[in-house]
């Protein structure tokens, strides 16, 4: 089995472009067959500078290896369409010889004089009614077009079951631009019969084009290899195709925010995929596995950035918890506060150790541990907003923090004893937990949240945990 994935170099790689990498990826691993990475880079117009290399860059991030195409060569190279120019042109030449092709030298004006005289007589527009009688030698400069031959055809999609189309959607499509490269329509044919792809896999908004893609395999007596259109990615609101206005971000922008390739991947292939079950969680190889093409939905499934934040809060757990800190440790480097760099690895992994289970993204972990590195700012608002300290006066929550500092200045600094000592103060002080442990905690940190306050103060040590309770003492009685 040979499957393949070709991008376009014209930009961001978008989340949709990745997840019609991640399906013939699947099915290929799951065949022990071949999966080629293939540059379509014939549109020179939109070509944009860098990013086929983000396109390989973010391929490895997600773990899809090729066994075919840049960097890694293969027997079917070179695997830049804008390389392969004279391969089309020699397939071109055999429709030439068969009468299936001829020059087009009609100018934009004159084609655009035959659209305007279709839609005056509200007919749709179809080149081939406008096919010059003779038309002249072809010769690179002039674009090639393919003699259709208009007639109902049938074929069947691995996704959207048995199809049909009749003639009048079928045309003379152009094969050979002006510039003497492939279009679309012709490069993919004769790439993926030379490659020996026998898996196509694209969106369905290719389903339309089908019928001339048969016409050409049918001319050049190519097999049709098996043909999988992938429903779209919709916007959140549903209704319409994901695009950049609906807040979606690219592939590399969700890196940077600290979502874990992992969860990009699991949540990717669940974009439209499910083998049935309950399972939220997968792993590459549980994807490999599992994927079949029969799951497939055949509608649009929308785009879900909380379900993917979720995911990626799964995935941060579970690296943490089966692999261990040090496995989770090495993917934050890049995802501390400044103030961070001061301080050694050892104490940024105690840091992680009580933190992770409430991360959504490894970028969390820059507001949600600066107070770790460096004395919060002091607020008395958040302590006297608080809905469970609000109720006492700055007197009683001074009091409150100095019996705590009492019991705290000879303790043993474990957790366990931490823990025990903080259960001793509920006693002592006749508090609720939310309230007692509520000023503690705000004290501690000036954050919406924070850790088990336990651990929170272990990882702290003694000396910052009592200063920073003497300094919102200080605070609420010099209020």
Not at 40 to 51: C, F, M, P, S
Not at 332 to 346: G, R, S
Not at 426 to 452: D, H, Q, V
Request: hydrophobic share 35%; aromatic share 10%.
């Amino acid at each position: 089995m040979k499957t393949r994935f070709a991008p376009s170099p014209t930009g961001y790689i978008h989340i949709g472009n990745v997840r019609s990498a991640i399906y013939p990826y699947l099915l290929a691993r799951q065949n022990q067959g071949t999966f080629i990475l293939r540059i379509e880079d014939t549109d020179q117009a939109r070509y944009v500078e860098g990013a086929t290399e983000l396109i390989e860059d973010t391929l490895k991030w997600l773990g899809l290896d090729w066994n075919e195409g840049p960097i890694v060569g293969g027997p079917n190279a070179p695997y830049f369409q804008s390389e392969r120019k004279s391969h089309y042109i020699d397939w071109a030449k055999k429709l030439i010889a068969m009468g299936r092709a001829y020059a087009d030298d009609t100018s934009p004006e004159k084609i655009q004089e035959y659209r305007d005289q279709c839609a005056r007589a509200k007919v749709p527009y179809l080149y081939r009614n406008f096919r010059p009688e003779n038309p002249p030698e072809w010769h690179e400069g002039l674009p090639l077009r393919f003699k259709s031959d208009p007639k109902p055809r049938c074929w069947h999609d691995e996704v959207m079951g048995d199809m049909e189309a009749g003639p009048e959607v079928q045309d003379d499509i152009i094969l050979i631009k002006a510039d003497g490269l492939p279009t679309y329509n012709f490069g993919h044919i004769v790439d993926d019969a030379e490659m020996g792809v026998n898996y196509v896999m694209r969106g369905v908004e290719y389903l339309p084009s089908t019928p001339n893609y048969i016409a050409l395999y049918e001319a050049l007596s190519l097999e049709v290899p098996k043909l999988v259109s992938l429903p779209h990615i919709l916007a959140p609101t549903g209704g319409k195709k994901l695009g950049k206005r609906d807040g979606a971000k690219s592939v590399t922008e969700y890196r940077a925010d600290g979502i874990l390739p992992e969860a990009m991947l699991n949540y990717l292939a669940c974009l439209g995929w499910n083998d049935g079950t309950e399972q939220e969680i997968y792993n590459k190889d549980e994807l490999i596995q599992k994927f079949a093409i029969d799951k497939v939905q055949t509608s649009g499934a929308r785009y879900d950035e909380v379900k993917l934040l979720w995911m990626n809060g799964q995935w941060i757990r579970k690296i943490a918890d089966e692999q261990g800190i040090d496995a989770l440790y090495e993917r934050t480097l890049d995802f501390w506060p400044e103030i961070a760099a001061n301080y050694d690895d050892e104490y940024k992994k105690q840091v992680l150790s009580i933190i992770y289970d409430r991360l959504k993204t490894l970028s969390d972990l820059r507001d949600m541990t600066s107070y770790f590195f460096v004395d919060p700012t002091i607020d008395l608002n958040m302590v006297t907003g608080n809905k469970f300290l609000k109720k006492f006066s700055e007197e009683e929550l001074s009091t409150m923090l100095q019996l705590t500092v009492e019991k705290l200045k000879g303790a043993d600094w474990t957790q366990n004893n931490l823990q025990n000592l903080l259960n001793q103060l509920l006693e002592e002080t006749n508090k609720k937990p939310a309230e007692l442990f509520s000023i503690i905690r705000i004290a501690l940190s000036y954050a919406p949240f924070s850790p088990a306050l336990h651990l929170t103060m272990e990882v702290l040590g003694k000396n910052i945990v009592l200063a920073r309770l003497q300094k919102t003492i200080a605070a609420l009685e010099n209020d």
